[in-house]
């Protein structure tokens, strides 16, 4: 939880897809803290309109920033999904024209660059960034078993695999999933995200589905490297375990208190009506400490 002079100021939530955002709201508000949230017209669920909110469109920061102000919002959260808007998309006002070499840039580079400069434009504004998992840590997992069934022998042995592949991946900002089995890498994340590379696993049956009677094969989610938690925790959910039920794998392993899980008591329902695993890892590599952009962008 934060726990410093902003308690008091409302908690501002820039909201994407999903239902995140609500729940964020929700645990706030229980805390007695307002809160105050702006959604993006085309991406946002309408359930934020139960709290006090407001209504953007891409590309209009002026308004974002002038609401933000008018609320006396000091902290904010970016959670929900969202995709890189079109150009033809995007709504400019003068913000946006003021700003456009920085705008320009979130259409060049990979996600790492992309998501700390978009850290560092709203702190420079005098707001500070804070992460869902700073609000509501129950949202991620514990290292240990989550459900009922447990993983195999050789399920660690793909759950091995594949840690080292998405930390390898994640030092080249490329993605922070892959699915193996049989201790062989079936498909890794890429830009195309969690959910269409369980659906290219579910193209790969002769390894995913079930063998003697039982699935195989697991999905590994995991932070990248130095990867700017505040804003891009990774996420899975009921959909994540449908798809990797479909995919024929045996479950799912996720870093220990770094992977959000969204609706957790209704996902962990999930995987055991459908026999799956869910297992939360801590991850130990000297190269590889996820705490980094905490640490990183920690203010004195």
């Known amino acids: 939880m934060i726990e410093d002079n902003n308690i008091n100021s409302p908690?501002?939530?820039?909201?994407?897809?999903?239902?995140l955002p609500s729940y964020?709201?929700?645990r706030t508000k229980e805390t007695g803290r307002p809160v105050f949230i702006v959604g993006i017209?085309?991406?946002?669920?309408?359930?934020?309109?139960?709290?006090p909110h407001c209504w953007l469109k891409w590309g209009q920061?002026?308004?974002?920033?002038?609401?933000?102000?008018?609320?006396?919002?000091?902290?904010?959260?970016?959670?929900?999904?969202v995709k890189r808007p079109a150009v033809k998309n995007i709504h400019?006002?003068?913000?946006l024209i003021r700003n456009l070499p920085f705008v320009l840039s979130l259409f060049m580079g990979g996600d790492d660059a992309v998501l700390s400069s978009i850290v560092q434009f709203i702190e420079d504004k005098g707001l500070r960034v804070v992460g869902a998992h700073q609000i509501a840590p129950e949202l991620t997992a514990d290292a240990g078993i989550l459900t009922k069934q447990s993983p195999s022998k050789k399920d660690e042995l793909d759950i091995e695999k594949g840690i080292t592949t998405v930390l390898n991946l994640g030092t080249m900002d490329i993605g922070q999933g892959a699915v193996v089995a049989r201790e062989y890498v079936l498909c890794v994340e890429a830009a195309e995200g969690t959910d269409?590379?369980?659906?290219r696993a579910k193209g790969?049956?002769?390894?995913?589905?079930?063998w003697l009677g039982r699935r195989i094969g697991v999905l590994v989610k995991l932070p990248k490297p130095n990867q700017e938690l505040r804003i891009d925790m990774p996420t899975i959910g009921p959909k994540t375990i449908e798809l990797v039920a479909d995919a024929g794998l045996a479950g799912i392993c996720i870093a220990a208190d770094k992977v959000l899980i969204s609706d957790k008591q209704g996902t962990i329902a999930q995987a055991n009506k459908l026999g799956?695993?869910?297992?939360g890892k801590n991850i130990q590599n000297n190269d590889y400490d996820i705490n980094a952009s905490e640490q990183n962008h920690k203010r004195q």
């Open 11 to 19: 908690l501002g939530i820039v909201a994407g897809n999903g239902a």
């Open 24 to 26: 964020i709201a929700k």
């Open 41 to 51: 017209e085309g991406t946002t669920s309408k359930d934020i309109e139960q709290y």
């Open 61 to 81: 920061i002026d308004k974002l920033f002038d609401k933000l102000k008018k609320a006396h919002v000091k902290d904010l959260v970016i959670i929900g999904g």
């Open 92 to 95: 400019f006002d003068f913000g």
């Open 196 to 199: 269409q590379m369980l659906e």
């Open 204 to 210: 790969l049956r002769q390894w995913g589905s079930k």
């Open 276 to 279: 799956l695993f869910i297992i």
